[in-house]
T-cell receptor, first 114, second 114 residues
Framework: AAGVIQSPRHLIKEKRETATLKCYPI?????VYWYQQGPGQDPQFLIS???????DKGSIPDRFSAQQFSDYHSELNMSSLELGDSALYFC?????????????FGPGTRLTVL | GENVEQHPSTLSVQEGDSAVIKCTYS??????FPWYKQELGKRPQLIID?????GEKKDQRIAVTLNKTAKHFSLHITETQPEDSAVYFC?????????????FGKGTSLLVTP
């Protein structure tokens, strides 16, 4: 079965640079969630989208923004990168029409800020 | 907001023994409780979940119990195998108009020794 796709899988940036992470949800899933996971920590919810509208907001810094497009893929834009932004970034997707609370995670993007 | 506590943080068992991980949550509105298994550097993988209208759910060697009154839920793994070694996260979410963002526990590092 098709799973959540994230790109790139690895990304290395310098401080103060920008980064864009992409997420392609499971086919027919309409909801996308972004999570940040630091080393040895649990995933922290950043933001979610349903039908191209922001549905919930968590601990997302003001330097980050995100959106969902008409094909349901989502992009997380990160600006003025800091060393502390180094983490694994996971996207998860779900379907509001079947099991809206059940989230499946993508493989993640490992962001390293130097 | 929701606060999920998870114990123990590390757990070591002999192959064939059972393992139990416990979580408590603070928000009585929470109604969905998934468990994820995460191997090092990999995605969180949904292994079992339970909703608030059910007290227990079993899938082969894995079972989850929920006590809504006490606001705690537990993961039980029987006949453990070395490949069960991973970090296990419990999580909680609730049905709201804004979405189903997950609040995770801090994780339990399970080691199954042959």
């Amino acid at each position: 079965a098709a799973g959540v796709i994230q790109s790139p899988r690895h990304l290395i940036k310098e401080k103060r640079e920008t980064a864009t992470l992409k997420c392609y949800p499971i086919p027919r899933h309409d909801t996308v969630y972004w999570y940040q996971q630091g080393p040895g920590q649990d995933p922290q919810f950043l933001i979610s989208f349903y039908e191209k509208m922001q549905s919930d907001k968590g601990s997302i810094p003001d330097r980050f923004s995100a959106q969902q497009f008409s094909d349901y893929h989502s992009e997380l834009n990160m600006s003025s990168l800091e060393l502390g932004d180094s983490a694994l970034y996971f996207c998860a997707s779900s379907s509001r029409t079947t099991l809206p609370d059940t989230q499946y995670f993508g493989p993640g993007t490992r962001l390293t800020v130097l | 907001g929701e606060n999920v506590e998870q114990h123990p943080s590390t757990l070591s068992v002999q192959e064939g023994d059972s393992a139990v991980i416990k979580c408590t949550y603070s928000d009585s509105a929470s109604n969905y409780f998934p468990w994820y298994k995460q191997e090092l550097g990999k995605r969180p993988q949904l292994i079992i979940d339970i909703r608030s209208n059910v007290g227990e759910k079993k899938d082969q060697r894995i079972a989850v119990t929920l006590n809504k009154t006490a606001k705690h839920f537990s993961l039980h793994i029987t006949e453990t195998q070395p490949e069960d070694s991973a970090v296990y996260f419990c999580a909680a979410s609730f049905n709201s108009n804004s979405g189903y963002a997950l609040n995770f526990g801090k994780g339990t590092s399970l080691l199954v020794t042959p």
